[in-house]
């Protein structure tokens, strides 16, 4: 006898939580399936506990940069234990908090491994379920890496489960995870080498600001080593042995951990699409516009599982999630809008983008001002005594509008939301100057920037 439902959503990620509480608040009879602890990759085992951790190292890097400012930061250090007993106190409770929240919404919180046996209908670990619709949403996992040894290396949930924190650490990829990541784990005392294919790590990101944080990034004594492979990884004495490949020459780094974060892929390896008649291609579920699976219209997909325009964040899968379910309550076709979506790299200081990198931005034919300030020597920075920090802002000259905005230095990740509010709204930059702002403030730098 098959259980019947409404919509099921498979994924208890954050975009997974919120399409299932839209849909049952509707009056919809909704079930949702996860086989892991639900709350999801960013508020277990990514966005969340990264930035608690953050906060550690934060504290440590502003006190050593006011030494002889009136600052003696002699023996300050983050206790790596204490720090991971206070991130456990945010996501211990969490996925008891969101299943009660389902509940009360009239979702059923059903747990187990969703597998597709037909078109419309699935088992959860052999219990037998059908739906008029359902809603992929499982995210993301680590991508599998052909080296030997790739057994050895702990992905980002590991690094963020870490009792203690080892004295020599390699971040395999120059991605998000190996990059914030090795901001906290060098201020927590550990001696950091990140491994990076690439000419620069952060490709996504404007070179010349990233160029300014892999050069804070080795003051710091982290050792990014781009246009480099790894072969191979062995345990040696008391660690490992990591071989690396640099324009054909190899050398050994001898640590205590490895960490994969060279980069992720969708995670549908366990639905049984094919029996579904659901297609995929390399970014996930392949939808229309609306988010509707091109071939299975009972089957809709949202975040990081489906096949989008969109970045791989949390709030674009938040938003995805939300306008999949519109779309299925109301019977209608809208798509998401990914314009003026902001991301930031959690390092220290934060890298900010929002809108058209330059090179992109010229190939559009844009009429382009480019307003590019170092901002160290600001009284924003002065005050912080952070060294390193500039902005990028990318005007069209025919319509005085934004069309991207890069940034790196303090806070610049908060203020980066007005640059993508602006694309949001098309305001001109004679508008966002009008704009009074409270003094002395990173917000009241932004016309200076413009």
Not at 252 to 267: F, K, N, Q, S, Y
Not at 307 to 313: A, R, V, W
Not at 391 to 413: Q, S
Not at 414 to 438: P, Y
């Amino acid at each position: 006898m098959y259980e019947h439902y409404d919509l099921i959503v498979i994924g208890a990620g954050m975009a997974g939580v919120s399409a299932a509480n839209k849909a049952g608040t509707a009056g919809w009879r909704v079930g949702i399936v996860d086989a892991l602890p639900y709350g999801g990759t960013c508020a277990l085992r990514g966005c969340d506990p990264k930035k608690i951790l953050r906060r550690g190292a934060e504290i440590v890097d502003a006190a050593r940069l006011l030494e002889g400012k009136g600052i003696d930061a002699g023996g300050l250090a983050i206790n790596w234990a204490e720090l991971m007993a206070h991130k456990r106190g945010f996501t211990d409770p969490v996925p008891g908090n969101m299943e009660r929240g389902l509940a009360g919404n009239g979702v059923d919180t059903l747990h187990g491994t969703a597998t597709f046996t037909g078109p419309a209908k699935l088992e959860v670990d052999g219990r037998p379920v059908t739906s008029e619709r359902f809603l992929i949403a499982t995210g993301a996992r680590p991508r599998p890496l052909d080296l030997p040894g790739a057994e050895h290396l702990v992905d980002s949930t590991g690094f963020l489960h870490l009792d203690e924190l080892p004295g020599r650490v390699l971040f395999v990829g120059g991605g998000f995870v190996s990059m914030e990541f090795a901001h906290i784990a060098a201020r927590a005392g550990a001696a950091v080498t990140v491994i990076d294919r690439g000419q620069r790590p952060l490709g996504n990101f404007d070179p010349d600001l990233v160029d300014l944080l892999v050069e804070r990034s080795s003051e710091l004594g982290i050792d990014i080593r781009s246009r480099t492979s790894v072969l191979r990884v062995v345990p040696g004495p008391g660690g490992y042995q990591v071989t690396v490949d640099r324009d054909g020459t190899e050398s050994t780094i001898e640590v205590d951990l490895v960490v994969h974060g060279a980069g992720r892929v969708p995670e549908l390896s366990r639905l049984d699409l094919d029996a579904a008649g659901v297609d995929t291609g390399r970014r996930g579920v392949t939808v229309a516009p609306h988010l509707q699976s091109t071939t299975n219209p009972a089957v809709w997909a949202a975040g990081d599982a489906a096949d989008t325009p969109g970045m791989p964040l949390t709030p674009v899968a938040v938003f995805e999630g939300k306008v999949a379910t519109s779309n299925m309550l109301k019977d209608t076709t809208t798509a998401p809008d990914y314009d003026g979506v902001a991301t930031v790299v959690y390092t220290i200081p934060e890298l900010a983008r929002v809108g058209l990198l330059e090179t992109d931005a010229r190939q559009a034919g844009i009429n382009l001002d480019v307003r590019y300030h170092d901002t160290s020597s600001w009284f924003s920075n002065y005050r912080t005594g952070e060294r390193t920090a500039a902005t990028k802002i990318l005007i069209d000259r025919a319509t005085d509008t934004i069309v991207g905005a890069h940034m790196f230095g303090p806070e610049y990740g908060e203020l980066i939301n007005f640059l993508a509010l602006a694309i949001n709204l098309g305001l001109t930059t004679r508008q966002l100057k009008s704009m009074t702002a409270s003094y002395p403030s990173i917000t009241s730098d932004l016309g200076s920037m413009l």
